[in-house]
Structure formats: structure tokens, C-alpha cells
């Protein structure tokens, strides 16, 4: 059974951080990319970042400078460490395997002005 489990949201002010984890399971971590994408009120879900197997990264123009997508495969972790953090990214963050298309539950992320 494939879970995708985030963790590591909550409530921060504005310029605040925040690191989100996803632990994996039931897929063979090291030859996914991995995808975090977030999705806001009444938003469609987007794109954050995204890491393939051999570490090469993508990130949203909103997010670049700010974010870094990480993983690490002896722990089948993927990581999003969040800098910077301003009011227009309070979203639910998901996670993603890319082969298969699973996606985790989700974790909440709200930054306060």
C-alpha cells in the first residue's frame, strides 16, 4: 500500500519559515520525482517543486529564491524548506509521486500578515 504522509505545516507570520516533510512508503522511493504542490481557497492546485531521482529541481516563479525542495532517499523523504514566507502562500501543501500519481493527504500552511 503506497502513503505519501506530509507533516511540518502550521501557522507562521509573515518572513517566517517552515520545513514540510513527506515520508513515503510502499514505492520505490530513489526512481520517483517527487512534487510538492499546494493549493489555496477556492484556487486550483499548483505546482510548487518538483525533484527527480537524480536531484535536478523545478520551482514555481513565485516560489524561487524563497523555497528549496530536498530528498532524501536513505529516508524516503522529500523535503520543501519554505523562507520567506508571505501571506499569498497559505495553502494546503500536497505531495507527490510522480510515477503512479500518488499524492498525500495534505498539510496546512497559513501565514499570517
Known amino acids: 500500500q503506497v502513503q505519501l504522509v506530509e507533516s511540518g505545516g502550521g501557522l507562521v507570520q509573515t518572513g517566517g519559515s517552515l520545513t514540510l516533510s513527506c515520508a513515503a512508503s510502499?514505492?520505490?522511493?530513489?526512481?520517483?520525482?517527487m512534487g510538492w504542490y499546494r493549493q489555496a481557497p477556492g484556487k486550483q492546485r499548483e505546482l510548487v517543486a518538483t525533484i527527480t531521482r537524480g536531484g535536478l529541481t523545478n520551482y514555481a516563479d513565485s516560489v524561487k529564491g524563497r523555497f528549496t525542495i530536498s530528498r532524501d532517499n536513505a529516508k524516503n523523504t522529500v523535503y520543501l524548506q519554505m523562507n520567506s514566507l508571505k501571506p499569498e502562500d497559505t495553502a494546503v501543501y500536497y505531495c507527490?509521486?510522480?510515477?503512479?500519481?500518488?499524492w498525500g493527504q495534505g498539510t496546512q500552511v497559513t501565514v499570517s500578515s
Open positions: 510502499g514505492i520505490i522511493f530513489s526512481i520517483n520525482a
Open positions: 507527490n509521486a510522480l510515477l503512479g500519481g500518488y
